[in-house]
């Protein structure tokens, strides 16, 4: 069983920036994250591989930046321009072949003045 141990949310004012990190227990192929705002499905944003090649949802394209340490099992998100509709509880993900096999606990993010 892959624990994620997710780290970084908070309170951010819109336009402004914040970064979530993500450690995995082991190595793992896929790590991802994902965001749930209130009455909303789960929305998957940002998705990286061992080798690279993040992609990312329409949503979140160009202002979210998802990165990994493979060396330290860890994947970070770092959010620009932030919105208040960006305001979510946001989960990593890890898989070996696809990006939701275990789960973080989930950590809020708010975008408010």
């Known amino acids: 069983q892959v624990q994620l141990v997710e780290s970084g949310g908070g309170l951010v004012q819109p336009g402004g920036s914040l970064t979530l990190s993500c450690t995995a227990s082991e190595s793992i192929n896929v790590m991802a994250w994902s965001r749930q705002a209130p009455g909303k499905q789960r929305e998957l944003i940002a998705t990286?591989?061992?080798?690279?090649?993040?992609n990312y949802a329409s949503s979140v394209k160009d202002r979210f930046f998802i990165s990994r340490d493979n060396a330290k099992n860890s994947v970070d998100l770092e959010m620009r321009y932030l919105k208040p509709e960006d305001t979510a509880v946001y989960y990593c993900?890890?898989?070996?072949?696809?990006?939701?096999?275990?789960w973080g606990q989930g950590t809020q993010v708010t975008v408010s003045s």
């Open positions: 993900s890890a898989g070996y072949y696809g990006p939701h096999d275990y």
């Open positions: 990286i591989r061992k080798e690279g090649n993040p």
